[in-house]
């Protein structure tokens, strides 16, 4: 199959959007005709400027309100036109132009009329040498599902006449896909790939606004291409995207991510098995849990960074052989402070006192994953790599932070790590763990990065996406989405704002390139770990008298338990299954923030119902100081 894009999904004049698609590798585009009307080249010079980057025009589009209007003036017009189109067609060198259902106030319905339309209409097309592809528009006044679309294509019973699918007008209606399996492939003249989010609202509304990549919105789309496959059909899938998002994002970005979203979408299709012009890819990554997590910091600030992981129950185990690099260690959580001057970290101008540099990720075959990484359109960190005590496979994360992939098949601890002699460095090193493992990790980015991330993540990885949720801080509203792997090991929440100073978008600004705002410690017990916690000096978050008496309120908690919760500030939620207690910690002069949670009987969420509370709290705490 031929990859294409539309040139209306992206932003920029048509210059600057032929740039981006090319080098996101599509082999074609389709030319909105506001594009090329907007532009000042000639249709002949456009014809050129499209073959000068490599790429060439697949379909000119849109043409409205052609079938069923009355015989006379308007259906007389409307040939005019297409004939007038068809001319251009020629000089832009492009054969097929898509014609979507009439949604014109005169337009008449009937099967046959519209059938009668087209015949007449593929007599002219063929005296230009040129196709007519008809799509049903979900909003259409007469026709309004491919099924009705293709019985006129069907009755015109013209060479030049053909259908056009698009995902997003067939999903959107709920259509059964195993209906487009009856269509014989060469009738099939073009098909069209779009996804949205599940948002009850009017389908045109939706359409213009918010149609996202294939696999950023809730639309079956690898169902919709399953069948496509399933007819044979071999021609051009291409990206036709509305949203007001892409129109305001780079357009290298968004062509970049329309490209790793086919190939994604492409490779997780059984049926394509005969389509040797794609690619094929490792399978999707199944991370088993998080190896590690590093943290950049300034040498100078290394040894009281060491004071306060151990004040939080992290042991020092070793030394790097040969980075500035100490390794700790708390139950199944590592953690490495990276001081080193030559790394990635520190030439990318990270600026606060900690920031999350690097994460690795266990997974079965790391170098697989590095595979499927690049395939997917990751960019390939190994080059980096400084010495033999470093060598991991490596790729850009979000911002400028890097995610490594480790296997059992390199121990990196005894590989890359000189023991340290006495190995507890801890507080209370007698007492059990406080924590244990990693629940989950957020990363907080700029809104209109959180469909492009969250596409990285489910594309690369075997994981699955949550819908996004809204989360209202006291300064604006947060978008948050969870990723996770089927068994709920590795969980990362996104969260992004658009608004000015709600304490996402403000982590993001005074921290350019970070983008772990917290961890989420899991803890076997919540109280006792801030009893520990407590002991040792360390402040956790303050919640206000009236979260407690609301808390009781909700859940009729006894009162011993809520004056154990209140006294260590600890949140509560339930859900279903069960209880889940959380607090939080953020050491002096860190961007970031620690949470330690504690899951009783499989409870589901992250405290969503916190989280305004949450916001509240950290913003009085930072007016405070
Ligand atoms: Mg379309
Ligand atoms: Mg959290």
């Not at 088993?288 to 004040?311: C, H, N, R, W």
């Not at 990196?412 to 460095?425: P, Y």
């Amino acid at each position: 199959m031929k990859t294409s894009i539309a040139t209306v999904s992206l932003s920029g004049d048509l210059v600057e959007k032929l740039d981006a698609i090319s080098k996101a590798d599509f082999d074609a585009i389709e030319i909105f005709e506001q594009d090329f009307i907007g532009s000042s080249l000639s249709p002949a010079d456009t014809r050129q400027l499209v073959a000068d980057y490599g790429l060439e025009i697949a379909l000119f589009q849109p043409f409205r309100d052609f079938e069923g209007l009355p015989a006379g003036k308007l259906r007389d017009r409307a040939f005019s036109r297409a004939k007038y189109k068809f001319e251009l067609m020629q000089e832009l060198g492009t054969d097929l132009i898509l014609i979507c259902s009439s949604t014109h106030a005169e337009a008449l319905g009937g099967i046959d009329r519209a059938a009668d339309d087209f015949a007449a209409l593929g007599e002219i097309a063929k005296s230009f040498d040129v196709r007519v592809g008809f799509e049903a528009l979900a909003w259409g006044r007469y026709i309004s599902d491919h099924r009705d679309a293709w019985e006129v294509v069907r009755r015109a019973s013209h060479d030049h006449i053909g259908l056009i699918l698009d995902s997003y007008h067939t999903l959107i209606r709920h259509i059964d896909t195993h209906s487009i399996c009856s269509i014989p492939s060469d009738k099939i003249f073009f098909v069209q790939l779009a996804d949205a989010p599940a948002i009850d609202m009017d389908y045109l509304y939706l359409s213009r606004h918010f149609r996202n990549m294939p696999g950023e919105g809730d639309l079956p789309v690898g169902r919709f291409m399953d069948a496509v496959y399933q007819t044979g059909y071999s021609g051009t899938i291409s990206l036709e995207i509305f949203n007001d998002q892409f129109r305001r994002t780079k357009s290298e970005l968004v062509a970049k991510d329309g490209y790793r979203s086919l190939l994604y979408l492409v490779d997780s299709i059984a049926a394509r098995k005969a389509d040797h012009n794609m690619p094929s890819l490792p399978q999707p990554v199944q991370i088993s849990d998080v190896g590690y997590i590093e943290f950049a910091v300034e040498a100078e600030t290394l040894p009281m960074m060491v004071k306060t992981f151990g004040q939080l129950g992290f042991a020092v185990m070793g030394r790097h052989k040969s980075k500035h690099v100490i390794w700790l260690q708390q139950g199944q959580v590592n953690l490495l402070l990276n001081a080193d001057a030559n790394s990635h970290a520190s030439e990318t101008g990270f600026t606060t006192a900690m920031m999350v540099s690097e994460i690795g990720l266990n997974v079965e075959d790391a170098q697989a994953a590095l595979e499927r990484a690049v395939g997917l359109g990751a960019i390939d960190q190994g080059s980096q790599q400084a010495s033999e005590t470093d060598i991991l496979p490596r790729i850009e994360g979000i911002g400028s932070s890097l995610i490594a992939f480790t296997d059992s098949k390199m121990n990196i601890w005894q590989r890359d790590f000189e023991a340290e002699a006495s190995s507890s460095q801890a507080e209370g090193g007698d007492t059990p763990d406080i924590v244990t493992r990693i629940d989950h990790i957020a990363q907080t980015m700029r809104y209109d990065e959180m469909l492009s991330w969250s596409l990285f993540y489910t594309a690369i990885f075997d994981m699955q996406k949550s819908p996004l949720v809204d989360v209202i801080d006291p300064d604006g509203v947060i978008k948050s989405q969870i990723l996770q792997t089927p068994d709920t090991n590795v969980q990362f929440t996104l969260n992004g704002s658009d608004a000015l100073h709600t304490r996402a978008t403000s982590f993001v600004t005074e921290n350019p390139g970070a983008t772990v705002q917290h961890i989420a410690f899991a803890t076997d017990d919540a109280v006792l770990a801030a009893t520990a916690l407590l002991a040792r000096h360390i402040d956790i978050l303050p919640q206000t008298e009236n979260y407690y008496a609301d808390l009781q309120a909700r859940f009729g908690l006894t009162d011993t338990f809520l004056a154990k919760l209140q006294a260590r500030n600890i949140m509560y939620d339930e859900d279903d299954a069960g209880a889940f207690l959380q607090f939080y910690y953020q050491p002096e002069k860190s961007g970031m923030f620690f949470e330690f949670v504690e899951r009783q009987n499989g409870y589901g969420g992250f405290g969503a119902a916190n989280a305004p509370y949450r916001l509240a709290a950290q913003r009085r705490q930072s007016s405070q100081t």
